[in-house]
Every structure is written in structure tokens, then in C-alpha cells.
């Protein structure tokens, strides 16, 4: 079975700071991946970056980096440089065979 | 361009009728997904099929039925012993492989009166 808890219900960013979204996950899969999704007010969930298990560098996809901790099975979202459009519920989702299972959200709003 | 369209965007029914949304993708994907979203929720699973003429159910599966005839296409019914159907139904393909990556169309508002 997978699970993902992401703690923080809503966060506040000033526009141009860095934020860290939390995701913690438990799995009996040996291998698999984790997965970022931004949803705007639009719905559609958008693929922002992945990590793999076995991967030893931690991804990163221009102002996005997955801050990977397998020891502590946590797999936090950074942003940088945050910007007006980043608004949105960002889910932490884990994948392993045929399933992905996804995480409640987190809703960040960034202020001017 | 590639991707996975969902119409309508918005689809609103009677109580009682059966409804169909429509899920394409030129991807050339394997996996095909439902998930359901209510508001303040996360993406709980309805359906999946990994291959064509085949598929398993989710987590809700209850008051729903796919078909998988097609590559392409995995269409979801929502029938009337759904008992609560209002929400936002999003479908995604994955081409598989160990992790899964999952792409999403944009999704359909389902408003059930």
C-alpha cells in the first residue's frame, strides 16, 4: 500500500522568496517514484517534476527542485524565486506498479 | 500536438440519467486512469487499464463503468446508482514503466440537479 500526508493545508509566499511544500510517503513498493502536480483555478494538474528511488541527486526542473530525504521518506517541492502565477494547489503524489496515489494538496498563494 | 482531451468541460444532469465523458489521448499510452475530485479533496482512483480490453477497478469504482475498445479512448459512465456524482472527473494516460508518470487532461465539471 502507498501513502502520501502533506501537512500544510495552505502557505503564504512574498513574491520573489523561496517556499517549501511538505510530502511525506510510506510504500512496501522497493522502487518508485514521486511526483509533484501543480492544479490552477483552471483544474488541470500539471506535471512539475519527479524523482526516482534510486535516483542519488535530487531533481530539479528550472525553478523547482524535489528536496529527496529517503531515509526520513520525505519528498519536499522547493520553489524559487516564487511568482504571482505559482498560485495554485501543488499534490505530492507516489507512484509505483500500476498505481499512483496522490496526496491531499496544499494551496499556495503567493502575495505581491 | 500530443496530449489528452475531455469533453465536455462542463456537463450538467438530471438525477437519475446515466452520463458518459469522454477521455482521448494520442500519447500513444498504454495506462489510461479516472480519477474523481471534490472540493478541498485530493484525486481518489475510480478506474485504470493498463492494455485495451482490459480494466480494473479504483478505489470508488461504485456507480461507475469504463470501457477500453481503443487505445485512445477510455470513456467513463457515470450511472444512476452513483449516489453523490457532482464533482470534477480528470483522466490521465501513463506510458508506463517503472514509476508511472501520469499526464492529465483538463477535466469535466459533472453538476448533477
Known amino acids: 500500500a502507498q501513502k502520501i500526508t502533506q501537512t500544510q493545508p495552505g502557505m503564504f509566499v512574498q513574491e520573489k522568496e523561496a517556499v517549501t511544500l511538505d510530502c511525506t510517503y510510506d510504500?512496501?513498493?522497493?522502487?518508485?517514484?514521486l511526483f509533484w502536480y501543480k492544479q490552477p483555478s483552471s483544474g488541470e494538474m500539471i506535471f512539475l517534476i519527479y524523482?526516482?528511488?534510486?535516483?542519488?541527486q535530487n531533481a530539479t526542473e528550472g525553478r523547482y527542485s524535489l528536496n529527496f530525504q529517503k531515509a526520513r521518506k520525505s519528498a519536499n517541492l522547493v520553489i524559487s524565486a516564487s511568482q504571482l502565477g505559482d498560485s495554485a494547489m501543488y499534490f505530492c503524489?507516489?507512484?509505483?506498479?500500476?498505481?499512483?496515489?496522490f496526496g491531499i494538496g496544499t494551496k499556495l498563494q503567493v502575495i505581491p | 500536438d500530443g496530449g489528452i482531451t475531455q469533453s465536455p468541460k462542463y456537463l450538467f444532469r438530471k438525477e437519475g440519467q446515466n452520463v458518459t465523458l469522454s477521455c482521448e489521448q494520442n500519447?500513444?499510452?498504454?495506462?489510461m486512469y479516472w480519477y474523481r475530485q471534490d472540493p478541498g479533496q485530493g484525486l481518489r482512483l475510480i478506474y485504470y487499464?493498463?492494455?485495451?480490453?482490459?480494466?480494473q477497478k479504483g478505489d470508488i469504482a461504485e456507480g461507475y463503468s469504463v470501457s477500453r475498445e481503443k487505445k485512445e479512448s477510455f470513456p467513463l459512465t457515470v450511472t444512476s446508482a452513483q449516489k453523490n456524482p457532482t464533482a470534477f472527473y480528470l483522466c490521465?494516460?501513463?506510458?508506463?514503466?517503472?514509476?508511472?508518470?501520469?499526464?492529465f487532461g483538463p477535466g469535466t465539471r459533472l453538476t448533477v440537479l
Open positions: 490521465a494516460s501513463s506510458g508506463g514503466g517503472t514509476y508511472n508518470e501520469q499526464f
Open positions: 510504500t512496501s513498493d522497493p522502487s518508485y517514484g
Open positions: 524523482q526516482g528511488s534510486y535516483d542519488q
Open positions: 503524489a507516489i507512484g509505483g506498479y500500476q498505481k499512483v496515489t
Open positions: 500519447l500513444n499510452h498504454d495506462a
Open positions: 487499464s493498463q492494455i485495451v480490453n482490459d480494466f
